[in-house]
C-alpha cells in the first residue's frame, strides 16, 4: 500500500519540506467516519497539533460540516504537536504511528442551578434516556423539554423539578410521613414511583403523580422499608426485574422489592414504635399509615460501612458493592451468595459500570478512580487509575453516548469528565488524566479552599438533560455539552 504525501499548507502550518515528517494510519471505530479502504498511511509534518489534524481528516472526509475530532495515539490522547509527543515518548520519526480519531468531546456548558435549602445529597433524571423513562415504555416516555430533576436534601425532603427549575412537587414531611432525618439517595423508579434513604436508616418508596398540565404534582408515601441498623447510603433500582439494592453503614447490603406483595415483613425490633420505646429518642408521631415491610435479604460480609451497591449491568441476579473496608464484593443475588472479593488499597466509595469494556469504576476515598476488571478470569486488580481530584470520589456516572467516559463528583467541589482510553504507563501503573473539569458554579462567588463549602455528593450524566450534580453549596446544577471545539484549539494548528 502506497504512502499519500499530504501537502498542508493549506492547514495553516509549515509545508512538509520546511520540517520532520511522520507517517499516520489513520483509524476510527465511527462507522460514518470511516475513510476509504484503500487510504494508506499518510506523510505529514511533525509540528502539526490536534486542530491541524481534525481540519486534514475532515478534508479527507470530504465533510460539508467539519467534525471536532480528537486523535488518539498508542491509547493517550494527543494534547501536543506530534514532534512533541515522538520526543515525550522516545520515538522515531521513522516509525508509522496509529492515530485513532474520534469524535470530540464538547466542553460542558453550564445551564442553570437549583436552590435549595439544605445540602444537596443525590439527584435523579426522568428523561426518554434515564433507566426509569426507557424501562417504563414508549408511552410514558417524557417528552423533549418536559424532562423532570430528583433531588434528595440533608432537609429529609425529596424534591421534583421541571427544566424551568420550577419545584412541582416536594415529598411530605416527617409528621405526615416523610423522612425523618438527612437523605442520602434517591431515584426515579418509573414516571410514576420514587425510592429514596437515608439517615433515618429506611428506604422509602413514594408514588409521584403529575397532574393533566404538567405544572404541579404529588409525592405520597407508598411502603417504607425496614431493616437496616444505620444510614442507607446508597441505592440501586432494576424495575425490569422489580428489585432494588441498598448499601448500609451497617457494613450490609439490603435486597428489596419495590412490589409491597413480595416483601415480608419488617422486623419488629426495627419499627420507630419499638426504637423510641428502647431509646431516649423522640417518637415523631406520623398522621399516616404507611404499610411497613423488610428486606427479601441483608447480604452480610463487608467489615466496614457499605458505600455504594450496583446491578450487573446485563444480569439482575448480579450486584457489586464497594466499602470502606477497601473491597469490591460480587454477589449472587439469586443464592444470596458472595461469589468474588477485590481488595484494593483504599476505601470505595462510589461505583458505576463500563460494560463495554468489562470494567467496573470506583471512586476512593484516596482522590482517584480505580478501575477493576471484576470477572474471576483478571489476572490483576485495577486495570487503571485515574487521578486528578484532589479530594474524595464520592459519586460516579458513565457517559450515555460513549462506552469510555465517565463524570465524576468530589469532595474538591469538582465534576470531572474522563475518557479511559487517555492513558499513560507509569511506574505506579497505566494511569489517566481528565478531559475537563466543572466547577460549582456557586465557587466562582468567593474564594474557596479544598472544595470547602461547595462539596460535590452526587452527579449523574444524562443524554437529555446532560450532567446533573448535587452539592454542599445547596444546589443541583446542570451541565450540557453545547459549543464547539476547546479555545485553546480554534486558531490553527498552534
Known sequence: MSTEVVETTSLGTESPGASSQVRLQFTT????????????PILVSTHLRRYALSTLVNTLLQSEKPIPLEFLVNGTFL??????????????????LNVEYVRAIIPPLYLASYEHDDWVSSVDVLSSASLAGIAAGQKALPAAGQERILSGSYDGLLRVWNMSSQILATSPSAVDGGHTASIKSTKFISPTQIVSSGTDRTVRLWKYLEAADNLSAQIQPYLDL????A?????????PANRMLSASADHSVGIWSTRRSESPAAPPNLLPSAVSRSSKRRKITTSTNTPQRGPLALLKSHTAPVSSTIFAPNDPTVAYSASWDHTLRTWDLATQLLVDTRTTSHPLLSLTTLPDLNLIAAGTSARHITLIDPRTSATTISAVTLRGHTNAVV???????????????????TCRIWDVRSTKSEKEGVVGESMYTIARESAKEGRRVGGDGVKVFGVLWDREVGIVSAGEDRRVQINRAKGVVRSEDIGGST
Open 226 to 229: 425496614y431493616g437496616h441498623k
Open 79 to 96: 494534547r501536543s504537536s506530534i514532534d512533541d509527543f515522538l520526543t515525550a515518548n522516545g520515538i522515531s520519526a521513522e516509525t508509522t
Open 29 to 40: 471505530r465511527h462507522l460514518d467516519l470511516s475513510l476509504p479502504q484503500n487510504t494508506g
Open 231 to 239: 444510614s442507607v447510603d446508597s441505592i440501586a433500582v432494576h424495575l
Open 395 to 413: 459519586s460516579l456516572a458513565g457517559d450515555p453516548e460513549s462506552s469510555y467516559g465517565l463524570v465524576s463528583g468530589s469532595h474538591d467541589g
